[in-house]
């Protein structure tokens, strides 16, 4: 096997996610137009996407991160929107998409054009909260765009499978496809409900924070497998069980949560920089085998779907918004005044991605009577047009339009503000607390180490009420500023006599490992004090 071409794939998409990063353009988008550019440079090899690969092992662990990363309490508040949009929503775009292109594709049975349908249905978790991210939208709005995208894919891949039945000729029928859709709903959240438990109990007695984080990195895979085995999503497994040990996160000892949270990091961000790569390096694999359909008439069927998916998210968007809020007393109360604002960019936010194309591609070579599948190469081109296509004309695009729309953002003075309270709060009990201990015999400190303890409590305490006041007329520096670099200027001059003490023999390298994890500690803590 040669790895030679992952490597590259991996190195590039990083350099090229890394470079996003000084730019206004999102890393999605500028990952996507790399791999338009670099695919057909000579003596780069041709990347396929292997739905084999994508589905088991590259989306659960992105879908953990994102899911890990969401809030329980807060995609409960709004657990309506959300199963509108990635259950209701996505069945919609099945049918619309389907339709049209039966109607507009000579030759294209309906079949075949719901399985077109469903592969271009879900829009993607990464593209939409990338963007989300950057621009700072509303909360409400972030949770809906986050929670959609967890389910959608269980729903798409479910109606997929629905299709592609029907299809190949192996008799679907509705009653048959309600089932499957139920059995993969209900036991794919069964699975999840059954794992969850005895994973955080397992996570929480695992004493070594190695065995905690091996165990953490196997969690998707084994919730994702666990369910596909008895014909369940594994989606939603993987979802349900990010979500409780997300929300139980604090249960587990702080060592396993500071590695997990790097560990996760860099997982994410090479699989996500990877999978937009990918995207774009598609084109010379989805050109091949167009026959008839190069050209203009290929250019028109792919402008015609893309329309298709753009327009049905707005046509299902605002009903599904404004009719609840207009026949329930209850959700208006609870949902106060609404604007056309937030639903245009909840329509407007609908990137396809990865998920898409990796469908497209597991669609058989032929049905069941061994005739070809039925314009299967218009399938695949037709995928991968929708997903270039919103992910440049929308990614562009949508950034502008938030900020041309002035919706509401957070208010950060408002966050440190509540921030301050809450720590407030936590310093008074954690005081308390302290004297207690100091005052039982078996606690005894000297008077330097317990007005220490007593100093770190009244720094954390002061830290955020600090940062709400102003910088420093000649450096420009916050006080938090202020405070991380000199704390870094003294832990930097520690650092340096141990590696010197190391150097002239005084100590060796184990002990100065030693020394420099309890510097890093430190320096750590004074970073996250300083936040």
């Not at 729903?155 to 679907?172: D, F, K, P």
């Not at 203009?296 to 327009?311: D, E, I, K, L, P």
């Amino acid at each position: 096997m040669d790895v030679m071409p992952l490597l590259l794939l991996v190195a590039g998409s990083a350099v090229v996610a890394a470079a996003a990063r000084r730019t206004p353009v999102p890393a999605p988008l500028l990952l996507v137009a790399a791999g338009l550019a670099v695919s057909y440079l000579p003596g780069v090899p041709e990347y396929t996407l292997d739905p084999h690969i994508v589905l088991p092992l590259v989306l659960p662990p992105l879908l953990h991160t994102a899911a890990t990363d969401s809030s329980y309490l807060d995609l409960r508040a709004q657990l309506r929107p959300v199963m509108l949009l990635s259950v209701g929503y996505v069945l919609f775009a099945t049918f619309a998409v389907g339709w049209i292109a039966y109607l507009v594709v000579p030759g294209l049975p309906l079949t075949a054009a719901l399985v077109l349908g469903a592969v271009v249905a879900p829009p993607d978790a990464v593209a939409a909260t990338a963007v989300a991210r950057r621009v700072g939208l509303p909360s409400r709005v972030t949770t809906i765009l986050q929670g959609e995208s967890l389910v959608n894919d269980a729903t798409a891949i479910t109606a997929y499978r629905v299709a592609l039945a029907a299809a190949v000729g192996e008799g679907a029928t509705w009653a048959g496809g309600i089932g499957e859709f139920l059995l993969a709903a209900v036991g794919g959240v069964g699975v999840g409900l059954v794992l969850m438990v005895p994973i955080h109990w397992l996570r929480t007695h695992l004493k070594e924070a190695l065995l905690q984080n091996t165990l953490s990195l196997l969690i998707p895979f084994v919730a994702y497998a666990a369910a596909e085995q008895v014909h369940a999503s594994g989606v939603l497994a993987v979802v349900v069980v990010a979500l409780f040990l997300g929300h139980r996160a604090w249960e587990v000892d702080f060592a396993t949560r500071l590695q997990e949270e790097a560990v996760w990091r860099m997982v994410a961000f090479v699989l996500e920089s990877s999978v937009f790569a990918l995207i774009g390096l598609q084109l010379p694999v989805v050109l091949k085998g167009l026959g008839e359909y190069e050209g203009s008439r290929a250019a028109g069927y792919a402008f015609v779907v893309f329309a298709v998916v753009v327009v049905s998210r707005f046509v299902w968007v605002y009903p599904a918004t404004f009719l609840p809020h207009k026949l329930s007393a209850r959700i208006r109360e609870r949902e106060g005044d609404l604007t056309w604002k937030g639903p245009f960019i909840i329509s407007w936010a609908g990137m396809r991605g990865v998920v898409s194309l990796a469908i497209a591609f597991s669609i058989p070579l032929t049905v069941h009577g061994g005739e070809p599948f039925p314009e299967r190469n218009l399938i695949l081109f037709l995928t991968f047009t929708t997903v270039i296509g919103t992910l440049v004309v929308q990614g562009v695009t949508l950034p502008p339009l938030i900020r041309m729309l002035k919706l509401p953002t957070r208010d950060p003075q408002a966050e440190t503000l509540a921030e301050a309270n809450a720590q407030a709060q936590a310093s008074r009990a954690a005081e308390r607390r302290l004297e207690e201990l100091l005052s039982d015999e078996r606690n005894a400190l000297p008077d330097p180490l317990a007005a220490r303890l007593r100093a770190v409590l009244e720094r954390r305490r002061n830290s955020v009420w600090e940062r709400l006041g102003q910088a420093n007329p000649i450096t420009g520096e916050s006080v938090d500023d202020t405070y991380r670099r000199l704390s870094r200027e003294v832990i930097g001059a520690e650092r340096a006599v141990f590696v010197k003490l190391r150097d002239g023999r005084y100590i060796d390298d184990e002990m100065l490992r030693t020394l420099l994890r309890r510097l890093d500690l430190e320096e750590a803590a004074a970073y996250r004090e300083a936040q």
